[in-house]
């Protein structure tokens, strides 16, 4: 049948179906956001000639803006970048969180991705997540406390970087985060947004009298921040390097606030800090052809699957007629979601079957390009018509079996992201996170650790005693949905964007927006961020509230699909080539910002 041939049908078929679809959907509720909403303020976007940096708070973009200024490369800049958001944007990541970074020399072009993923601790076990009746424990029962904190990466991956792409000297690059920890930061409004609504930070002594004030309020906004154990801690850094975060006493702290929990202990162990390494692995790349143009996309590959899942739902929306469809007053309409939704539920069963640490998982046919292979990609978009799919699973990509049960589905949280492009031809795309707003909501010598094992899945076996791939295991890498991105042109080259997100699934949606809007619908990287987002976890079709007409809303009931309107706090920053330097846009629904010479 001819892909228009399985796009026509019948409109009362169409209507049964989402009336079934609405009727048995009803109890269904949205998943949760990362973080939640703090206004939207319009972004201008940045044009610059020579380098820009895009992050997530102003001062930390001061921060990677002063230090390329003083001639310091793309990855001087990030690590200056890193240390300030853990200061002044301490709920999205840290140096108690890990990063993945995609680097390109333009020089000698060639592109690199750097590991600094979190790892379980040597003593940890499949069963982490179950309680004393072999049953998943609640989300946050996970969370909060020491049980999820994993061997942060961020601080060690940031030093091997430096090592090969530094310019400036590392204590240089620490100075802007100890100035500013040292003589203090204004609370910003999305910080005091979020102290207000959390209910576990205040329940950590030691953080509840940083962020909170003797009657257990927040700090206002305005209010002057001030770290001094932090202050010392970037110090030691400064000085020592990651040993100082991994090895002696600070160290101890780490291990013993984990380890003493007095109601959800975890196992964390001075070894698992020293021993931690992060790793280089080869980029995920893949050609993408859009608007008479190709082009090649680099992002992470596994432990993340943020650059599998988008590569598969850009691809397969290639073999429908997504491929000819433009905006429609601006935003995208109700067919071009309706197969944007039925792509995005192939591409996240394939992450539920498939995707795990590749040092532990083997991929499926041997390699992981078997899942963006045109051909598998082809076969699997013909599942696609002009109703919602009832049910969605794995494809099988070549002749490849497996023994992996699927995962189920459970919240993901998370991140920062950072994109910055220097003079001297080098570019980053970096996303780094602490996993839920606030990490574990446990505060060591002024940071917070992450509960990045919660990544894993809590489940470790489905009902036949078949392992998934993403279950705990000693020492192993929880799967990501964070996806730093570059993209390149495939003729000649050259960096085209840097670009990526905070948003825990929610990531992958995101980052293909930012791609989709400004690859095939020519928009600058400040129009593509702006559209509404729009987003499907192989369940409910979710829309960002208040952004799209009723007309689209209901054409996708009527495909069956259903439908749910909630606030998507993504956190985009790009930087896109233009003809005479870079343009650089920042989400509109925080508090990023673009500088650049």
Known sequence: ?????????????????????????????????????????????????????????????????????????????????????????????????????????????????????????????????????????GFYEGVVGGRAVGAPGTVRMLEDAHRQHGKLPWATLLNPAIALAEQGFEVSERLHSLLVSDVYLKKDPVAAAYFYDADG??????????????????????KEGSKALMTGDIAQAIVDKVRLHPTNPGQLALADLADYQAKKREPLCHDYRAAARDYRICGMPPPSSGAMAVGQILGLLAQTPAASMPLVDGLPDARWLHLYNEASRLAFADRDQYIADPDFVQAPGGHWMSLLEPRYLAERARLIGPQRMATVKAGTPGTVTTSYAPMPEQPEYGTSHISIVDAHGNALAMTSSIENAFGSRQMVQGFLLNNELTDFSFTPRDAQGRPIANRVEPGKRPRSSMAPTLVFDKATGELLMSGGSPGGAFIIHYAAKLLYGTLNWGLDAQ?????????????????????????????????GAVVREISMTSGLQAIQKTPSGWFGGADPRREGVVRGD
């Open 217 to 238: 309020k927040p700090w206002p906004v305005g209010h002057l921040l001030k770290n001094p154990e932090l202050t010392s801690v970037f110090k030691r850094i400064a």
């Open 527 to 559: 129009q593509a961020i702006n559209l509404p987002n729009f987003a499907n976890l192989n369940g409910m079709t979710l829309l960002e509230a208040q952004r799209f007409p009723e007309v689209t809303l209901e054409s996708l009931k009527r495909t």
């Open 1 to 137: 049948m001819t892909t228009p041939a399985r796009f026509l049908v019948a409109a009362g078929l169409i209507a049964l179906l989402a009336a079934c679809a609405a009727s048995l959907s009803e109890s269904q509720t949205a998943p949760l956001q990362p973080e939640e909403a703090s206004g939207y303020t319009d972004k201008p976007g940045w044009a610059t000639q020579h380098f820009a940096v895009a992050a997530a708070h102003p001062l930390a973009t001061d921060a990677g803006y002063n230090i390329l200024k003083a001639g310091g490369s793309a990855v001087d800049a990030a690590i200056a970048v890193q240390m300030v958001l853990s200061l002044v944007e301490p709920q999205s990541s840290g140096i108690g969180g890990g990063s993945f970074l995609l680097h390109h020399d333009g020089q000698r072009n060639i592109t690199e991705a750097f590991d600094g993923r979190e790892t379980a601790p040597a003593t940890a076990t499949e069963n982490l997540f179950l309680n004393a009746d072999g049953k998943p424990v």
